[in-house]
């Protein structure tokens, strides 16, 4: 009996397929138990090579790298530097003049025959301080001195020193009049840097909101990869059960030639899968502003943040309405420009106004010489009979005469009024029409601005309830799809069914787990597009602007 079994044992045709019959109920039971009637899928877990990256690592490297950040970084510096220039127009002036003049002349006096020419020297120097004033009026005082030296005889003075000190204000009563006008350029050159400020929170913005799709959009990619994998090992196990059972004749061939037709097209979607991960992390890579050499370009990145969901999400509507009109960049920026538009325009009607200047100055002057030697003819005769010697009659010095303005009173005063009228004007009526005409065009565009913002965060909160529905859905469908797929496996063994519809049932499987895996990435997306639309996607992930900003101030020094 003995050498019969070992016979047995040594002739595997008789006795194979009498085993495989025997264990293909077991076979079937581990296709159930592994994956053809599973509960859904859980997310993918990131390959075994490769960056594991968190949401918060990815944005922070994101805001680190982005080049259309460190451009928006400049502007509210470049803003700021305009605020010290409108500054500057009313920052006051000291300037220094000096002068040396030396003036020959031909000499046809009858008393300085001997000498043909007379040589005259003039000196001169002024300081000056001005101040102009944002009333529209202008302070200016002016110390001057003049040395004057001559050879002709005929000056009895010589050389003679002079000073004068000048007080003058001039102030506009009409055009220009009033601190309101004269500070239009600062008040505009601040508001265009918070309008700087907001373009730069804008941009933040929308980095986040881009990396944030990129990054579920990766995930998703993941998970979606693993589902068609887990799909075709099921058709490839699916086939390995029809080629047994063609072979102990309880199938036809028929079936391994459609398990066949379904292993290679679901071969084909993993390649469509593998392709779309690639573009996926290259997206993200992009979106994250890596250069070439970052090693991210060769090591995959795989995103380890699961997307979270919450099924009792609910969003008031009319308050994210509200909470966008106070937060939005795009309507801050717009209301800032209004604001500069309500200065441009009372700008331009203060051009339409005359020019009436008046004027009120008050001087100061002292005067200081030396006589010199004279010859006088006293008899008529032509010839100088009497000679006079040099002598000091006055004090001698430039520092003397300047003393005089403090010590003696030689003043002078003047007021004065100065009206120009123009005639037609009509540049400055252009000017006045062009800046209503585009407050105007700006208030429509706030009006639109204000309508898309409804619209936009409308259609987002829409998005967030539509998301959370699709996700509940999903999860009931892969619940039901699982059912299904149990009991058509269970009329497959008994061969109730037929290959092909048993790979339908598990493509609507593996098709009900992907859309659970796309809703709940699709959900985190409407909620990043919700945050945009009302403005607050900065804030609610806790990236604080203003430090953002301040690395460009680290790198420009300001005066």
Do not use: C
Not at 51 to 63: D, H, I, K, S, Y
Not at 349 to 377: E, F, I, P, V
Not at 495 to 509: A, C, E, K, R, V
């Amino acid at each position: 009996m003995r050498k019969n079994f070992l016979k047995t044992i040594k002739q595997p045709a008789s006795w194979l397929p009498a085993l495989l019959i025997l264990l293909l109920p077991a076979v079937v039971a581990a296709q159930q138990g592994t994956g053809a009637s599973r509960m859904p899928m859980e997310p993918a877990a990131p390959e075994s090579e490769g960056v594991p990256l968190t949401l918060r690592e990815a944005l922070a490297l994101a805001l680190d790298n982005n080049l259309n950040i460190a451009v928006r970084r400049y502007e509210p510096i470049v803003s700021e530097a305009d605020i010290l220039f409108e500054r500057g127009v009313f920052e006051p002036t000291l300037s220094f003049a000096g002068s040396q003049q030396e003036l020959t002349s031909l000499s046809v006096d009858p008393f300085t025959q001997s000498q043909p020419s007379v040589v005259n020297n003039i000196r001169a120097g002024s300081v000056t301080f001005s101040d102009p004033l944002s009333s529209g009026g202008r302070l200016t005082a002016t110390f001057r001195g003049n040395m004057f030296r001559s050879g002709d005889p005929r000056f009895a003075i010589s050389p003679v020193f002079s000073s004068d000190l000048i007080l003058t204000y001039d102030q506009s009563l009409l055009r220009d009049f009033g601190f309101d006008v004269n500070k239009t350029g600062i008040r505009i050159a601040r508001r265009n840097l918070s309008i700087s400020e907001s373009q730069f929170r804008q941009a933040v913005i929308d980095t986040i909101n881009n990396v944030e799709k990129a990054y579920w959009d990766l995930k998703f990619a993941l998970q979606d990869l693993e589902v068609k994998r887990h799909s075709m090992r099921l058709s490839q196990e699916t086939m390995a059960q029809n080629k047994i059972r063609v072979e102990v004749g309880t199938m036809a061939p028929i079936e391994v030639t459609t398990a066949e037709a379904e292993v290679a097209s679901r071969h084909q979607e993993v390649l469509l899968a593998e392709n779309a991960l690639e573009n996926s992390r290259d997206l993200l890579l992009l979106r994250l502003n890596q250069p070439k050499t970052s090693p991210l370009w060769v090591l995959p990145v795989n995103p380890v943040d699961e997307p979270p969901f919450d099924p009792e999400m609910t969003i008031d509507l009319e308050a994210a309405i509200q909470e966008a009109y106070a937060n939005r960049p795009d309507l801050e920026q717009t209301q800032f420009l209004l604001e500069n538009d309500e200065d441009i325009v009372a700008r331009a009607r203060n051009g339409l106004r005359m020019d009436l200047t008046a004027r009120a100055q008050y001087q100061r002057s002292g005067l200081t010489g030396k006589n010199t030697a004279q010859a006088l003819d006293t008899d008529g005769d032509g010839i100088p009979d009497l000679f006079i010697p040099a002598r000091s009659l006055l004090n001698d010095s430039f520092s003397d005469a300047a003393s005089q303005i403090y010590d003696e009173i030689f003043d002078s005063w003047l007021v004065s009024l100065n009206l120009a009228i123009p005639l037609g004007n009509k540049q400055a009526k252009a000017r006045f029409l062009n800046a209503r005409l585009r407050q105007e065009q700006r208030r429509e565009f706030l009006d639109a601005q204000e309508l898309d913002t409804v619209i936009s965060v409308r259609n987002s909160a829409r998005a967030v309830h539509n998301t959370v529905e699709r996700v509940q859905a999903a999860r009931v469908n892969v619940r039901l799809q699982r059912e299904r797929l149990s009991a058509e496996n269970k009329r497959y063994e008994n061969g109730m069914t037929t290959t092909f519809n048993l790979f339908q049932f598990q493509d609507d499987l593996t098709q009900a787990e992907s859309m659970v895996s796309l809703a709940l990435v699709d959900y985190n997306k409407a909620l990043s597009d919700l945050e945009t639309a009302k403005g607050t996607l900065a804030r609610s992930r806790g990236v604080i602007v203003q430090d953002l900003m301040a690395q460009g101030r680290a790198v420009v020094d300001l005066p």
